[in-house]
């Protein structure tokens, strides 16, 4: 049996979202081991939030990185060991508010990372101010006469900045969530999941939601209709919308090089110095 | 000749090739037994203007370049206006007769022998190495040779084209003439020599955002990819190449970032990550004016106080300039390995005139660190952040350590790396943290601290590339004087300093607030006699500093 608990206390809301996601993201990885992938393989790298508490209760490598920054971190440690496997947790402010440029750079390059962003639409950790995603009229502490910002959309957002796999998936729905985790993480490229995540203290959309979710049952045929599946607010389309192989960054940028595996050791360089001279 | 510097100023339009004719003549005179020392004057813009770049040569040490000129080669007439005045008596001055006139220097009708020579006519540059052949005595041969190697474009063109313009110069120089072949130095600038003294150490992976000064680190890492397994990514933003330094790091690989002021000034977070995670992170801080924009391609020191207190919250640094280029290379050798060794950030405070001055030298690399790190004892339980009496954990990385939960963390933590916010914990890591200063500042003992250059009763301090400008001034001064160059800036130097406590002294520095002068009465307690401060953007001529050190002496 796999065990990957820390023993920290667990801080999150009584019914919060995030305990599906944890759930789901545990399945995924016992799946994966049985699949004779090496936990030692798998890195970890999240912002701050709600969602970056994850880091606390999961016995993974990784790195718990500045507000927005994991997926930059993630790029760099990526870069260095391509043969790790890094799945990078953010919230939606995280990802698409302090670190939007990271998250549209990372689709853009097509790196092989995995980015599951915890959607609650607003800002939890800091007490409720709305967020990149939060709907027009949210009032939060800092928006008490109402939001009047549209928000993102994140999969037409990240497809058009050239994400390789989307999906979507629902917090409550933690057998579909874990199965879709297993495909971005097992999908070759940039990989994002937007995970419908209710926050029961500041946005608690679990009836919205489970009125509305609906799984994915048709494949798009085209962009077009991804889009508009996507932009779906009616039928809240859980599911993979879109996933294709194209070239990696890693593998275009130094091919089959694994720079940390194959750094110059010390003597190297010392013996490549004199060799100029 | 003792003292005897020769130098030659290269005029034109930005894009004309200004900088690339100033060091194909370096280039030439380095392999001639002349140490060279270059200096580019150019503007924020593309094409136009007016730059200028500067060679001296002399057979001695020449540290820093010269405001008047015995050659001086004008591409355009705002060249002549900008310099003729510079010109010294009986110096030479060659312009594109095509032009303009100018009665009293050698017109060479460039821009019609450009035209005449070349089917796709770009521009006038290699007339100066036409000029530097023929001033030198070299043979013509020669001249095509190093064309060859200089000028790969359009080679058949170019050698006639500078053959038509070495056959107009008449003029040879005495001091140049019979020059002895040497191809031992090797010509580089400040940016290339911290970037070969950090690969020496382990440099893997270099981040970066265009930024002049900074800017042609990141391109000569990206040109250097296959040759010496070093990446260069140009990431989109400064807090994007920052995030990735400390992310490649954590999986093993040695990183550096490196950028101006303002880039800087975005990198402060996670500067300040680098601290609380113990990251080892080199970067390199080449300033100009500031603040904000500032001035973008000239020089001055005016972030001497931001490098020291880099990011929020208290945790270790080291700050270092170099005082040399030779000193540029070891100092980044030094740094990068100080950095693994205690697991900080450091920071190589430069500025333009280092960090894009050209210089020739032999490398020393008799003098550079060892730098390999010990490995973690994977036997135990590992615990990223393991409390120990030196304060420095042993390092893991994936992969290399079965079942080990490496975890790094910019949130207070346990050894684990979990995140605390308990009173204990958080006394347990501070102190921890605290208590790799000690390790550090033994570690730093192994290098040399402090530079002091001469001898004398008058002292004068000063850091950075200025010292470059007071070496030189030194030839020059009457009243002899010492210099002394604090290399590493935090950790203080104080023992080595000590006797220097209390004293007067003269304070030099590129800054309009004397920033230097007042740490030193902080660190030191030195009072400062006089300031002399230049802000202009611009180097000191070394004449000019040594009147000026002389007026100051003898009052």
Same mark, same amino acid.
């Given at each position: 049996?796999?065990?990957?608990?820390?023993?920290?206390?667990?801080?999150?809301?009584?019914?919060?979202?995030?305990?599906?996601?944890? =759930? #789901?993201?545990? =399945?995924?990885? #016992?799946?994966?081991?049985?699949?004779?992938?090496?936990?030692?393989?798998?890195?970890?790298?999240?912002?701050?939030?709600?969602?970056?508490?994850?880091?606390?209760?999961? #016995?993974?490598?990784?790195?718990?990185?500045?507000?927005?920054?994991?997926? #930059?971190?993630?790029?760099?440690?990526?870069?260095?060991?391509?043969?790790?496997?890094?799945?990078?947790?953010?919230?939606?402010?995280?990802?698409?508010?302090?670190?939007?440029?990271?998250?549209?750079?990372?689709?853009?390059?097509?790196?092989?990372?995995?980015?599951?962003?915890?959607?609650?639409?607003?800002?939890?950790?800091?007490?409720?101010?709305?967020?990149?995603?939060?709907?027009?009229g949210y009032k939060g502490l800092s928006t008490p006469q109402g939001n009047i910002e549209r928000p993102f959309e994140p999969i037409p957002l990240l497809l058009e900045a050239g994400a390789t796999f989307a999906a979507r998936g629902y917090s409550a729905k933690t057998e579909?969530?874990?199965?879709?985790?297993?495909?971005?993480?097992?999908?070759?490229?940039?990989?994002?999941?937007?995970?419908?995540?209710?926050?029961?203290?500041?946005?608690?959309?679990?009836?919205?939601?489970?009125?509305?979710?609906?799984?994915?049952?048709?494949?798009?045929?085209?962009?077009?209709?991804?889009?508009?599946?996507?932009?779906?607010?009616?039928?809240?389309?859980?599911?993979?919308?879109?996933?294709?192989?194209?070239?990696?960054?890693?593998?275009?940028?130094?091919?089959?090089?694994?720079?940390?595996?194959?750094?110059?050791?010390?003597?190297?360089?010392?013996?490549?110095?004199?060799?100029?001279? | 000749?003792?003292?005897?510097?020769?130098?030659?100023?290269?005029?034109?339009?930005?894009?004309?090739?200004?900088?690339?004719?100033?060091?194909?003549?370096?280039?030439?005179?380095?392999?001639?037994?002349?140490?060279?020392?270059?200096?580019?004057?150019?503007?924020?813009?593309?094409?136009?203007?007016?730059?200028?770049?500067?060679?001296?040569?002399?057979?001695?040490?020449?540290?820093?370049?010269?405001?008047?000129?015995?050659?001086?080669?004008?591409?355009?007439?705002?060249?002549?206006?900008?310099?003729?005045?510079?010109?010294?008596?009986?110096?030479?001055?060659f312009y594109n007769s095509d032009d303009g006139d100018f009665a009293d220097g050698i017109p060479l009708p460039l821009s019609s022998l450009m035209k005449r020579h070349y089917t796709d006519p770009r521009n006038v540059s290699i007339a100066a190495t036409a000029v530097i052949?023929?001033?030198?005595?070299?043979?013509?041969?020669?001249?095509?040779?190093?064309?060859?190697?200089?000028?790969?474009?359009?080679?058949?063109?170019?050698?006639?084209?500078?053959?038509?313009?070495?056959?107009?110069?008449?003029?040879?120089?005495?001091?140049?003439?019979?020059?002895?072949?040497?191809?031992?130095?090797?010509?580089?600038?400040?940016?290339?020599?911290?970037?070969?003294?950090? &690969?020496?150490?382990?440099?893997?992976?270099?981040?970066?955002?265009?930024?002049?000064?900074?800017?042609?680190?990141?391109?000569?890492?990206?040109?250097? *990819?296959?040759?010496?397994?070093?990446?260069?990514?140009?990431?989109?933003?400064?807090?994007?190449?920052?995030?990735?330094?400390?992310?490649?790091?954590?999986?093993?690989?040695?990183?550096?970032?490196?950028?101006?002021?303002?880039?800087?000034?975005?990198?402060?977070?996670?500067?300040?990550?680098?601290?609380?995670?113990?990251?080892?992170?080199?970067?390199?801080? $080449?300033?100009?004016?500031?603040?904000?924009?500032?001035?973008?391609?000239?020089?001055?020191?005016?972030?001497?106080?931001?490098?020291?207190?880099?990011?929020?919250?208290?945790? $270790?640094?080291?700050?270092?300039?170099?005082?040399?280029?030779?000193?540029?290379?070891?100092?980044?050798?030094?740094?990068?390995?100080?950095? &693994?060794?205690?697991?900080?950030?450091?920071?190589?405070?430069?500025?333009?005139?280092?960090?894009?001055?050209?210089?020739?030298? *032999? /490398?020393?690399?008799?003098?550079?660190?060892?730098?390999?790190?010990?490995?973690?004892?994977?036997?135990?339980?590992?615990?990223?952040?393991?409390?120990?009496?030196?304060?420095?954990?042993?390092?893991?990385?994936?992969?290399?350590?079965?079942?080990?939960?490496?975890? &790094?963390?910019?949130?207070?933590?346990?050894?684990?790396?979990?995140?605390?916010?308990?009173?204990?914990?958080?006394?347990?890591?501070?102190?921890?943290?605290?208590?790799?200063?000690?390790?550090?500042?033994?570690?730093?003992?192994?290098?040399?601290?402090?530079?002091?250059?001469?001898?004398?009763?008058?002292?004068?301090?000063?850091?950075?590339?200025?010292?470059?400008?007071?070496?030189?001034?030194? *030839?020059?001064?009457?009243?002899?004087?010492?210099?002394?160059?604090?290399?590493? /800036?935090?950790?203080?130097?104080?023992?080595?300093?000590?006797?220097?406590?209390?004293?007067?002294?003269?304070?030099?520095?590129?800054?309009?607030?004397?920033?230097?002068?007042?740490?030193?009465? &902080?660190?030191?307690?030195?009072?400062?006699?006089?300031?002399?401060?230049?802000?202009?953007?611009?180097?000191?001529?070394?004449?000019?500093?040594?009147?000026?050190?002389?007026?100051?002496?003898?009052?």
């Amino acid at each position: 049996m796999l065990d990957l608990e820390t023993k920290h206390q667990n801080t999150w809301c009584l019914g919060c979202g995030n305990f599906g996601i944890l =759930n #789901a993201f545990k =399945n995924c990885m #016992a799946r994966l081991v049985e699949e004779e992938t090496s936990l030692d393989e798998i890195i970890m790298s999240c912002g701050i939030g709600c969602h970056g508490k994850i880091f606390d209760y999961l #016995a993974l490598s990784g790195i718990y990185a500045l507000h927005g920054r994991s997926l #930059a971190t993630a790029q760099g440690i990526k870069l260095a060991n391509p043969d790790l496997k890094l799945i990078c947790f953010g919230g939606d402010g995280d990802s698409l508010g302090e670190g939007l440029e990271h998250t549209l750079f990372a689709a853009k390059r097509n790196m092989d990372i995995t980015l599951i962003m915890h959607n609650n639409g607003i800002y939890g950790l800091t007490t409720g101010q709305f967020s990149p995603l939060s709907k027009i009229g949210y009032k939060g502490l800092s928006t008490p006469q109402g939001n009047i910002e549209r928000p993102f959309e994140p999969i037409p957002l990240l497809l058009e900045a050239g994400a390789t796999f989307a999906a979507r998936g629902y917090s409550a729905k933690t057998e579909h969530l874990s199965d879709l985790i297993h495909a971005a993480v097992r999908h070759k490229g940039f990989s994002f999941i937007e995970i419908m995540q209710p926050c029961v203290s500041y946005n608690n959309t679990y009836q919205l939601f489970n009125q509305r979710v609906k799984l994915l049952d048709t494949i798009p045929i085209n962009r077009m209709h991804t889009l508009e599946l996507a932009r779906n607010k009616d039928e809240i389309y859980i599911g993979i919308f879109q996933q294709e192989e194209q070239t990696v960054y890693h593998e275009s940028f130094y091919s089959d090089t694994n720079p940390y595996k194959q750094r110059l050791s010390s003597s190297q360089r010392k013996e490549m110095m004199n060799e100029k001279e | 000749m003792k003292n005897q510097v020769y130098s030659i100023l290269v005029g034109g339009k930005a894009g004309e090739g200004v900088k690339k004719a100033a060091q194909v003549i370096g280039s030439i005179l380095s392999s001639h037994g002349k140490h060279v020392v270059q200096m580019d004057d150019y503007q924020s813009l593309i094409k136009g203007g007016h730059n200028f770049s500067v060679v001296s040569a002399s057979v001695e040490d020449v540290f820093t370049v010269y405001g008047t000129f015995d050659l001086i080669i004008c591409f355009d007439k705002r060249s002549i206006d900008e310099h003729a005045a510079s010109l010294k008596p009986g110096g030479s001055l060659f312009y594109n007769s095509d032009d303009g006139d100018f009665a009293d220097g050698i017109p060479l009708p460039l821009s019609s022998l450009m035209k005449r020579h070349y089917t796709d006519p770009r521009n006038v540059s290699i007339a100066a190495t036409a000029v530097i052949c023929s001033v030198m005595g070299l043979s013509p041969d020669l001249m095509s040779s190093v064309i060859k190697k200089q000028y790969k474009l359009n080679f058949a063109e170019n050698i006639v084209y500078a053959q038509s313009v070495y056959e107009l110069v008449q003029i040879r120089s005495a001091f140049l003439l019979n020059s002895v072949s040497n191809e031992d130095y090797k010509y580089h600038s400040g940016n290339q020599l911290i970037v070969l003294g950090a &690969w020496y150490a382990g440099l893997d992976f270099y981040y970066g955002y265009p930024m002049t000064p900074a800017s042609s680190i990141l391109h000569y890492i990206a040109l250097k *990819k296959e040759s010496l397994k070093m990446y260069a990514i140009h990431a989109e933003s400064e807090l994007a190449a920052i995030n990735m330094a400390i992310g490649s790091a954590i999986a093993g690989c040695r990183a550096a970032v490196g950028s101006s002021g303002g880039g800087f000034a975005l990198m402060q977070e996670a500067f300040s990550l680098a601290g609380m995670a113990e990251v080892p992170l080199l970067c390199v801080l $080449s300033s100009r004016p500031g603040p904000s924009t500032g001035v973008s391609t000239y020089t001055a020191q005016e972030d001497l106080l931001f490098a020291l207190h880099q990011g929020h919250g208290e945790f $270790s640094r080291v700050v270092a300039s170099p005082d040399s280029f030779e000193r540029a290379f070891t100092l980044a050798a030094e740094l990068l390995s100080l950095a &693994w060794q205690v697991q900080i950030p450091v920071i190589l405070l430069t500025e333009k005139h280092m960090s894009e001055g050209m210089a020739n030298l *032999k /490398l020393n690399y008799s003098k550079l660190p060892d730098t390999e790190v010990t490995p973690a004892d994977l036997e135990a339980k590992y615990e990223r952040y393991q409390v120990t009496e030196s304060g420095v954990s042993p390092l893991a990385f994936p992969g290399d350590a079965p079942s080990a939960v490496i975890k &790094w963390s910019s949130q207070e933590h346990q050894a684990s790396g979990l995140r605390t916010d308990a009173a204990a914990d958080i006394v347990l890591m501070k102190d921890k943290r605290q208590r790799k200063t000690k390790l550090l500042i033994e570690a730093i003992r192994a290098f040399q601290r402090v530079a002091e250059y001469g001898e004398g009763e008058n002292l004068v301090f000063a850091y950075g590339s200025t010292v470059l400008e007071l070496r030189e001034a030194q *030839k020059h001064c009457e009243i002899p004087f010492k210099i002394i160059a604090p290399i590493y /800036l935090e950790p203080f130097p104080e023992a080595e300093l000590l006797p220097y406590q209390g004293k007067i002294a003269v304070v030099v520095e590129h800054s309009c607030s004397g920033a230097f002068a007042e740490f030193l009465s &902080w660190k030191l307690q030195l009072k400062s006699m006089h300031n002399i401060l230049k802000y202009d953007g611009r180097q000191f001529d070394p004449i000019v500093l040594a009147q000026k050190l002389t007026e100051v002496f003898n009052a």
